[in-house]
């Protein structure tokens, strides 16, 4: 069973940038979707990227495209997501979450996600 824990999470100023990390242990993560979502106070959970079963295919949410993105190291334990131009709207708990049961159509439901990690704080704010 893979279990999951987030870091990196942190307060920064808007315009900069912050990486987040999705350390996975019991497994590699060879053949799980692996996704990010995002839970600001009084909102619901928020899909913001995710990639592919296969790791081949990475899909955004149209709020963070051009801004975020995702990374892997090459053991397939650890993710990344790097966020660039950060804004006080991207202020969340973010979580990293995995499944081997998610298909590609529903990759941006939180709901299709049985493992996820406790998550991290980010805070943008001057």
């Known amino acids: 069973q893979v279990q999951l824990v987030e870091s990196g999470g942190g307060l920064v100023q808007p315009g900069g940038s912050l990486r987040v990390s999705c350390a996975a242990s019991?497994?590699?993560?060879?053949?799980?979707?692996l996704a990010w979502f995002r839970q600001a106070p009084g909102k619901e959970r928020e899909f913001v990227a995710a990639?592919?079963?296969?790791?081949?295919?990475?899909y955004y949410d149209d709020s963070v495209k051009g801004r975020f993105t995702l990374s892997r190291d090459s053991g397939k334990r650890t993710v990344y997501l790097q966020m660039d131009s950060l804004k006080p709207e991207d202020t969340a708990v973010y979580y990293c979450?995995?499944?081997?049961?998610?298909?590609?159509?529903?990759?941006?439901?939180?709901?299709?996600?049985?493992?996820w990690g406790p998550g991290t704080q980010v805070t943008v704010s001057s």
């Open positions: 979450a995995t499944g081997t049961g998610v298909i590609t159509s529903s990759i941006r439901n939180h709901k299709q996600y049985p493992i």
């Open positions: 990639y592919s079963r296969t790791g081949g295919y990475t």
């Open positions: 019991g497994r590699t993560l060879n053949g799980y979707a």
